[in-house]
């Protein structure tokens, strides 16, 4: 006599890796949806890279609202880069699957630029707040220290 609770009878699978259905669409536009996805997420890296290259190197915009805008950037760099390369490789390959690992990966990168750019929103709306509040004390309250702290 068996129990509902044997191991050694039971069947057990494992999930290794998820098929990712993506759009719906024909395979002679997945090479223009590749393309389109292609260069959207060129002119986000480009865009953020210049952003943060003009911050760094102008002197006149090492302010606390360009720090921050800098920081954005950088966080911004990194939260599209998490999901769109693999995206945009499922347009070109044929094999449309990702590992459990990677997807995990995905998943806690994603949500991790996300909790870092509401903080940072919220450091920005901090500044934006003082900046407006006590106009005269802006560069007292916010000092460089301060900036890096927040």
Known sequence: VSSMGDRGTSNHSEVTDFI???FRVGPELHILLFLLFLLVYAMILLGNIGMMTIIMTDPRLNTPMYF???NLSFI???YSS???PKAISNFWTES???SFAGCVAQIF???LFIVAEGFLLAAMAYDRFIAIC???LYS???STRLCAQL
């Open 134 to 136: 006590n106009p005269l």
């Open 140 to 142: 007292v309250h916010m």
């Open 76 to 78: 911004d760099l990194f």
């Open 20 to 22: 990712l259905v993506g």
């Open 109 to 111: 990168l994603f949500a």
């Open 68 to 70: 921050f805008l800098g």
């Open 96 to 98: 449309k699957s990702i």
């Open 82 to 84: 998490v999901i769109a």
